[in-house]
């Protein structure tokens, strides 16, 4: 990369092998994706593509949504600060 100056050969080479793992992973992510859409379109026909594209989906019972409560938020927010600072800070506690 452009900075490859700035590191040894083997942390560049490290580099490298993160990059190719994430990138697997991120094949292997969109791949379930795309499963999980076509699985509801045949299964369950629901049309997710439609509604992904154009923001709006059609809901049978749409009088009866709710939120979740503020502490299941609250959870959720912490978790993932819980992550992010866990990712910045190389998984070291």
């Given at each position: 990369?452009?900075?490859s100056y700035a590191v040894d050969y083997e942390t560049g080479r490290?580099?490298?092998?993160?990059?190719?793992?994430?990138?697997?992973?991120?094949?292997?992510?969109?791949?379930?994706?795309?499963?999980?859409?076509?699985?509801?379109?045949?299964?369950?026909?629901?049309?997710?593509?439609?509604?992904?594209?154009t923001g709006r989906a059609r809901l049978p019972n749409a009088g009866?949504?709710?939120?979740?409560?503020?502490?299941?938020?609250?959870?959720?927010?912490?978790?993932?600060?819980?992550?992010?600072?866990?990712?910045?800070?190389?998984?070291?506690?």
């Open positions: 990369g452009p900075l490290a580099a490298a092998a993160a990059h190719g793992i994430v990138f697997n992973v991120l094949l292997a992510l969109i791949a379930l994706h795309v499963a999980a859409i076509v699985f509801y379109r045949v299964y369950a026909g629901h049309d997710l593509l439609g509604a992904m594209i009866n949504v709710r939120f979740a409560p503020a502490w299941r938020a609250g959870a959720g927010v912490v978790l993932a600060a819980a992550l992010a600072w866990a990712a910045v800070t190389g998984f070291r506690f």
